[in-house]
């Protein structure tokens, strides 16, 4: 009493008997209540109903020489290629030569990703070709290539002095929707017309992943908002407002463009839709590719709350799933994402679909050639989860260590795959 409200949602274990008993060999059923107004459980549909078959996509763990063997220096290395989980590293043109990118599939990178939000597609061609030429340096080993949509997003436009901005703690920032404008400390232009209307006083306003700011007032053409967190500004940093629906198509002038000149001719091997929001999306972005790139795998990114409030349908079309965790932190409170995740991939495991976990993996790597403890626990978690693949992104784009990273990420992947016990899948 007293521990629900109305909207929570409830989940309740059924036995064999209908009731709350379990009956020996028979599958356990899941069902999703939510509370209403009066305090009562109604029961809501459930894509995934069947706990034994959760419990089935799900190794069980075993430590075959207990705690003692934890204590052992000696490491044994499996073969490469062994790993279940692949490894995804992001690349830039500044190391993307054929001689690095040697050193990366021999470290054991499984899959390559651009992202066409930056850059241009003759940058990206090269890459796309010089990862093909490393890979056929390399006949016993299987690269991919994925490619990233810009997608739908708010960006904050251009500054007078075309540099920073340095905001502080209790400063005000005006929102204005003319793009055109050139800003500074004061009033910012934003790249979608209709973000004032999103808005009331009291919403939250994130500006890239450093700065949350609160709405204060609003009018047609503008919002007004109060600095939470001293920060710089630049200029096209990403706006997030966690649980406004955004009304923009999933491929925008630049997306349409980059499926024409760029995806569809390369035949890259992933396509990652940034800011899914519905199965339609997909099955648009299917009829824009065309029979000319039906060998195209779709990846859908789930970065939104629209994107979790639709995920069982958005699963069922997608070929695989990405975990967009950064953008994620920004659409829900951080201590939610963990659970997200984990509810997330179990539901791709069950539904055979692959699963990626990307941002923010051993971040710190960016700056040093070793990762921390909590961040070799996060990845060896998401491995133990049943993730599929693991990506980097700042230690193998901007960092100064890409190889120790990789070569790190795949250490922790091993030794969670050698506690895994999947001889009861089935």
Known sequence: AGLLCAGDSVVVVLGADGDCNDVAGAPLQLQTHLVNGSGKLARVPEVISNVEFLRAAQPRLVLRNGLDGLAQPDRVVPALGARRCKLLCTVSPQNADVATLLKLIDAGMDICRLNLAYGDHTTHAAIVRRV???????????????????????????????????????????????????????????????????????????????????????????????????????????????????????????????????????????????????????QFVRSIVGSSGESIRLIAKIENEEGVRNFDEIVAEADAVMLARGNLGMEFPAEKVFLLQKLMVCKCKALCKPVIISAQLLGSMADRPWPTHGEVADAANAALDGADCLGLSEPTTVGRFPLQSLRALGQICEEAEAVLDHSGLQ
């Open 132 to 282: 093909r030429e490393a890979a056929s340096l390399r006949p016993d080993r299987s690269v991919a290539v994925q490619v990233d949509t810009q997608g739908p997003e708010i960006r904050t436009g251009f500054l007078q002095n075309g540099s920073h901005e340095d905001l502080k703690a209790g400063d005000s920032l005006k929102f204005v929707t003319d793009y055109t404008f050139r800003g500074n400390a004061s009033c910012i232009a934003v790249s979608f017309r209709k973000l004032p209307a999103l808005l009331k006083p009291g919403a939250s306003v994130w500006i890239g992943r450093t700065a949350e700011l609160v709405v204060i007032a609003c009018g047609m053409d503008y919002a007004l908002a109060r600095v939470l967190n001293n920060f710089r500004l630049y200029e096209r940093m990403q706006i997030n407002v966690p649980g406004a629906v955004v009304d923009l198509p999933v491929l925008q002038l630049k997306d349409r463009d980059d499926l024409r000149s760029f995806v569809v001719p390369y035949c890259v091997d992933f396509l990652a839709l940034s800011a899914v929001q519905k199965a339609a999306d997909l």
